[in-house]
């Protein structure tokens, strides 16, 4: 079966622009999840999704939103970016939000703010 | 709030070892633990989930512990290859469902030929 898909694999964007990234689960999963990954923080986890609803968020600014489609398609928005924006930015979906079945992982979006 | 750190953060050994890769969380109320591998630019593979209520996991040359307990976990790779090189990264999920993994920095691992 096709795995997490994300799109576009590589953006350059120019600081106060913005920016919107794209996550398709694995068919049949209604949990996504955001991840920002940095060589100084690590993977940090930025929200997640469940059925349309926000359940989790994490410790970033405001200008970091996402939704969630009735598809399970997940998409998330940055605003006004920031040269520490640059980042590998993955997702993950779940059957149920990982409490039982794990996480599986898309191949990323490499975000360069210049 | 979970803190996860993975030792040691770099290994390098000869092809055919066995080596063990090291995970500690400070917070022992885990839903669950996964350990996931990840090639240079590339996504997370996933390479094994425990519950918490389990004290292993295996999966052809890796196997995987947890003592939640003592909030620590390991990977045991047998017979390591080139193909194996990669940094390995540890991830907990917290009890209650609140929150999303929380990650170690990982394990960067060469094997060399």
């Known amino acids: 079966k096709a795995g997490v898909t994300q799109t576009p694999r590589y953006l350059i964007k120019t600081r106060g622009q913005q920016v919107t990234l794209s996550c398709s689960p694995i068919?049949?999963?209604?949990?996504v999840s955001w991840y920002q990954q940095t060589p100084g923080q690590g993977l940090q986890f930025l929200f997640e999704?469940?059925?349309?609803?926000?359940?989790n968020k994490g410790n970033f600014p405001g200008r970091f939103s996402g939704r969630q489609f009735s598809n399970s398609r997940s998409e998330m928005n940055v605003s006004t970016l920031e040269l520490g924006d640059s980042a590998l930015y993955l997702c993950a979906s779940s059957y149920e939000g990982g409490s039982g079945s794990g996480y599986t992982f898309g191949s990323g979006t490499r975000l360069t703010v210049v | 709030k979970q803190e996860v750190t993975q030792i040691p953060a770099a290994l390098s050994v000869p092809e055919g070892e066995n080596l063990v890769l090291n995970c500690s969380f400070t917070d022992s109320a885990i839903y669950n633990l996964q350990w996931f591998r990840q090639d240079p630019g590339k996504g997370l593979t996933s390479l094994l989930l425990i519950q918490s209520s389990q004290r292993e996991q295996t999966s052809g040359r890796l196997n995987a512990s947890l003592d939640k307990s003592s909030g620590r976990s390991t990977l045991y790779i047998a017979a390591s290859q080139p193909g194996d090189s990669a940094t390995y990264l540890c991830a907990v999920k917290p009890g209650g469902g609140a929150d999303g993994l929380t990650f170690g920095k990982g394990t960067h691992l060469i094997i060399q030929p």
């Open positions: 068919s049949g999963h209604r949990s």
């Open positions: 999704y469940f059925s349309e609803t926000q359940r």
